[in-house]
């Protein structure tokens, strides 16, 4: 099984600010199989990226992602007062699909 | 695109439930599908996969031999039967779509989830 660990736990910032997520995973992901998701309180999760960088239908360009091997990065590069929530990274690189455990973007 | 899961509710340790997701706006068929659950205050965790013609199914460690994850394609339904429920299965259960026929993939819609709280 990949575990993937996400840091930080909680990321303290104003509106406007950039926002960076990281995602390690315990083995290399060989096939870019790696998924960014937002959760807002209450709410069930929304894909914002799959295959590394590609942005799902409908995502603004604020959000970027990148990486590669074992580290990955989400970026939100000004944030906007809907984008604090909690991100998940997901890897499907092998049948036993995981999670990361979570960041939250929360209000400074 | 739209899930919407039921049967969640209150059951006892060592009890079972059957949860049902009906779909609609795709083609049922053929795509993957699968579960994901979150327990209380926690972060998400993959359940169980379905292929899109369902003859393939996998899943997690934690749920191995007590839940089965199934689909009537006529009725664009998904289901997961879970027996011996133990109290660590307390959890929001969400059904997802797969943009493919595997599931191994990103889900990319997602239900707003059934609730199962295993309890005495």
């Known amino acids: 099984e990949i575990v993937l660990t996400q840091s930080p736990g909680t990321l303290s910032l104003s509106p406007g600010e950039r926002a960076t997520v990281s995602c390690r995973a315990s083995?290399?992901?060989?096939?870019?199989?790696l998924a960014w998701y937002q959760q807002k309180f209450g709410q069930a999760p929304r894909l914002l990226i799959y295959d590394v960088s590609t942005r799902a239908a409908g995502i603004p360009d604020r959000f970027s992602g990148s990486g590669s091997g074992t580290d990955f990065t989400l970026t939100i590069s000004r944030l906007e007062p809907e984008d604090f929530a909690v991100y998940y990274c997901?890897?499907?690189?092998?049948?036993?699909?995981?999670f990361g455990g979570g960041t939250k973007v929360e209000f400074k | 695109v739209y899930l919407l899961e039921s049967g969640g509710s209150l059951v006892q340790p060592g009890g079972s439930l059957r949860l049902s997701c009906v779909a609609s706006g795709f083609t049922f068929s053929s795509y993957a599908m699968t579960w994901v659950r979150q327990a209380p205050g926690k972060g998400l965790e993959w359940v169980a996969g379905i292929t899109a013609s369902g003859s393939g199914t996998y899943y997690a460690d934690s749920v191995h031999g007590r839940f089965t994850v199934s689909r009537d394609n006529s009725q664009t339904t998904l289901y997961l039967q879970m027996k011996n429920l133990r109290a660590e299965d307390t959890a929001l259960y969400y059904c997802?779509?797969?943009?493919?026929?595997?599931?191994?993939?990103?889900?990319?819609?997602w239900g707003q989830g059934t609730l199962v709280t295993v309890s005495s």
């Open positions: 083995q290399s992901i060989k096939r870019n199989s």
């Open positions: 997802a779509k797969i943009p493919d026929n595997n599931w191994y993939f990103w889900l990319d819609h």
């Open positions: 997901q890897q499907y690189d092998s049948i036993v699909l995981t």
